[in-house]
């Protein structure tokens, strides 16, 4: 095992592929807003380094405006196969205009456009009121690039603590959970399952 919290993140995230857990970048996402109420949905891992683990989002969205309020959050990963959960635990910041640009004009040209056409939470969104809204900005952006819409971009957690469980027979699981120390060095220690 690797004894680097985010060297052992990427080797389990490429094990879960191997294993063929469905769609091993999706991650439950636990935010809190100003009225101290929760939330979890999923959103998708795009990059995890160093700097933190991030994700993109409609900026009007319930979840980025929990997250303008109350900078922590937490993500949670499950990978069956092989029987794992990683817990990341941090604060959140957005990510740079330029990332975010770069990000989205790396994204196919429909979800681009799609960007643009969901009201991500707001009311209405059927079928067909999406496929006009959808027709509509492809008419605005026909060719060539698509513009990043102003509402859209993404967040960075900034990991305080990682968290590795492996599942083991008779519920006897192994959990060890890091710790980064504010010079950034990371310990860690098992907790009872
Ligand atoms: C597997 C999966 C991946 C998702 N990825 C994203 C994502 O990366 N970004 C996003 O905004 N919504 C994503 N969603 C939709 C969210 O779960 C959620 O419905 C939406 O963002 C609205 O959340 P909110 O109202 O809490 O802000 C995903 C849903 C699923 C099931």
Redesign the pocket.
């Known amino acids: 095992m690797n004894p680097e919290p985010l060297a052992r993140f990427h080797e389990w995230l490429d094990e879960a592929r191997a294993a063929g857990a469905p769609?091993p970048e999706?991650m439950a996402l636990a935010t809190v807003d100003a009225i101290g109420a929760p939330?979890v949905?999923?959103?998708?891992l795009k990059q995890a380094d160093e700097d933190g683990f991030v994700?993109?989002?409609?900026l009007r969205?319930?979840?980025?405006q929990a997250l303008r309020v109350h900078g922590r959050a937490e993500l949670c990963f499950h990978w069956r196969p092989p029987g794992r959960q990683v817990r990341v635990h941090g604060v959140v910041e957005p990510v740079t205009e330029d990332e975010a640009d770069r990000y989205f004009q790396s994204r196919p040209y429909l979800s681009r456009i799609g960007a643009w056409a969901s009201e991500?939470?707001q009311p209405g969104g059927g079928s067909l009121e999406l496929s006009r809204r959808v027709a509509r900005f492809c008419l605005m952006h026909p060719v060539g690039q698509v513009p990043r819409p102003p509402h859209w971009s993404g967040f960075r957690l900034v990991p305080e603590w990682i968290e590795f469980w492996q599942e083991r027979p008779h519920r006897l699981h192994d959990r060890v959970r890091y710790h980064r120390a504010p010079s950034g060095v990371w310990a860690g220690g098992n907790l009872f399952p």
């Open positions: 769609e999706a939330a949905r999923m959103v998708l994700f993109y989002t409609n969205s319930p979840k980025a991500q939470s």
